[in-house]
């Protein structure tokens, strides 16, 4: 592959996986200048910006932080350069905005609609937390995709599932028990309000139904 061609290649992978709602890693040589020096490159922290840009749900470092001379600090300089550009996407409503524009086309238009509806709500009223029932995690890339500035927190029976989750962007999944996957009004109002997420006058999202093709979105009183 000529050089010049990765930037472009890396920009429409990208793309194609949030399509397909498939999450996103983006490695090799990001920070490489960091296996011997303390500070990266201005070309590394561009790559880096770039990728998050884009809309990477994963960034990996390897030779800098097995082998480098400073791993500790190539892992916080990546995580200063993201949530920078992170940041900056929420201030200016670039990142929902953005997760589907005019070329944005989903393999799968059910899920994709409501998508778009979650971000919508998320914009028009105040949302302390979305929380997903995803027993095998679609449901939690699905709105992982749309790049919310709420916590999305996706619950599932599956210590597996919720281990494979943790790469998807803005989620945090949580293991529950059968009995509290069942009750999932009772059981989201319980685990935002023990992770300090509600407070008075805020709502809940709650979404289900999307492994039977029948997706519901509720509202709840936080």
Known sequence: MDPEK?????????????????????????????????RPTRAEVSDVSNAVFEGTDALMLSG??????????????????SKEVESWQLQNYQSAANAFSANFISS??????VAKAIANI?????????????RGGKSASVVSSTRLSSPILALSTEAAVVRRMNLLWG????????????EPKVCARKIVSEMGL???GKFILLLSGFGKS????????A
């Open 64 to 81: 800098e932080t097995a082998a480098g001379l400073y791993p500790v600090e190539s892992v916080q300089m990546m995580r200063k350069v």
């Open 198 to 200: 509600a407070s008075q």
């Open 6 to 38: 990765v930037p472009i290649i890396q920009k429409d992978l990208i793309r194609k996986a949030r399509a397909v709602f498939k999450p996103v890693i983006v490695a090799t040589q990001m920070l490489e200048s960091m296996t011997l020096s303390q």
């Open 214 to 221: 029948e997706p519901a979105i509720t509202v709840l009183p």
């Open 171 to 182: 989620v945090t999944p949580v293991l529950v028990s059968a009995e509290g996957f069942e």
């Open 122 to 134: 998320t914009r028009d009223i105040d949302v302390c937390a979305v929380v997903v029932r995803s």
């Open 108 to 113: 799968d238009p059910l899920r994709q609609s």
